[in-house]
């Protein structure tokens, strides 16, 4: 993985600014490698994605209030943020669903204690 102190040409962050909510809250300030949270549109249909609690994208949490949060932004205009509250550590395997109404399908989050 890249970071931006050997990150040519800017790759890997070219259109990290156009996901607009996220890069105003604190994208900008990033200073681990981005390739690692966003990367080109993913091709029309079901995607499934796969987190391990201290490793990769996902950090050990405290115990808490979180939001998972997914926004889709096109280079034509189109742009549509869906969030999901939930609270760590899991005591069920119980999916939680939310669903977008333009750019987004349905999103689930599946704990699995």
């Known amino acids: 993985m890249r970071t931006k102190t050997n990150n040519p ?7 990290l600014k156009d996901l607009r909510q996220w890069w105003r809250r604190g994208g900008r300030e990033l200073a681990v490698p981005a390739d690692g ?12 994605l796969n987190f391990t ?8 949490l405290a115990p808490g209030s ?9 280079e034509a205009g189109g742009r549509e943020v869906v969030s999901i509250p939930f609270q760590w550590p899991p005591t069920a395997a ?20």
């Open 9 to 15: 040409e800017g790759e890997g962050t070219k259109w």
């Open 37 to 48: 949270i966003t990367g080109a549109t993913k091709p029309v249909g079901r995607q499934q």
């Open 53 to 60: 609690e201290g490793t990769g994208a996902m950090p050990k």
């Open 66 to 74: 979180y939001k998972l949060v997914v926004e889709a932004a096109r």
């Open 94 to 113: 119980r999916p939680v669903v939310a669903t977008g109404k333009e750019e987004l399908g349905e999103i689930t989050l599946e704990f699995k204690p």
